[in-house]
């Protein structure tokens, strides 16, 4: 049974950080594409950052360029999502996400197979 598991959200200062970390099990998915989206209330799910197999190439949503990294530990079966000069439109639960047969730069939502449930992360003004 694949399992995808969030953690790192919460309250933060707009200027602030957080890591958020995403821990999968069930299979091995050191070949799998893996992203993060973001979804606010009454809002599309979205593409925030998403990453190949081995690290080699990363893609960001234009909003979060500049601003967050995504990285992957493919030991542990785990990608990471460093937000820094977090502001308050980045609000929204942060999904992670993974799939083994999309190429570098998916960004649509529904071409992922595995999803997380999900973590809260909220900026405060």
């Known amino acids: 049974q694949v399992q995808m598991v969030e953690s790192g959200g919460g309250l933060v200062q707009a200027g602030g950080s957080l890591r958020l970390s995403c821990a999968a099990s069930?299979?091995?998915?050191?070949?799998?594409?893996m992203a993060w989206f973001r979804q606010a209330p009454e809002t599309e799910r979205e593409l925030v950052a998403g990453i190949d197999w081995n690290g080699g190439s990363s893609w960001y949503a234009d909003s979060v360029k500049g601003r967050f990294t995504i990285s992957r530990d493919n030991a542990k079966n785990t990608v990471f999502l460093q937000m820094n000069s977090l502001k308050p439109e980045d609000t929204a639960v942060y999904y992670c996400a993974a799939d083994a047969t999309l190429v570098a730069g998916s960004r649509r939502f529904n071409s992922y197979e595995y999803w997380g449930q999900g973590t809260q992360v909220t900026v405060s003004s």
């Open positions: 069930g299979r091995t998915f050191s070949s799998y594409v």
